[in-house]
């Protein structure tokens, strides 16, 4: 698992302040708006499974540095790391989360 992390961290970290606002197609999600997604997003679907996490912040606001968001990504893969080595019980192994349908 460490080496996915560090390897989109390092993704992260190779986008430059002045790129954060490029979409990769017009019109669509700027890479700025991706990494906060991926700094933010995992408190949600850790908490569908008991792993509570503290979000990095709001979805929807953006950091305007790069290094905000990879400081936010480091954190919140921590304390994910760190909630599943206590959060998970056989019993919650065996529960069916319903999301999205």
């Not at 679907?45 to 400081?71: D, H």
């Not at 529960?95 to 999205?100: E, I, K, L």
Request: hydrophobic share 40%; net charge neutral.
């Amino acid at each position: 698992m460490y080496r996915k992390i560090a390897g989109t961290m390092q993704v992260i970290e190779a986008i430059s302040d002045d790129k954060l606002g490029q979409a990769i197609v017009e019109g669509h999600s700027s890479l700025g708006w991706l990494g906060w997604h991926l700094a933010t997003n995992p408190a949600f679907f850790a908490g569908l499974v008991g792993v509570k996490v503290q979000p990095a912040g709001t979805r929807n606001n953006v950091p305007s540095k790069v290094s905000e968001i990879v400081e936010a990504y480091r954190r919140m893969a921590a304390d994910v790391q760190e909630g599943v080595k206590s959060a998970p019980t056989d019993d919650m192994l065996s529960v069916t989360v319903h999301c999205y349908g």
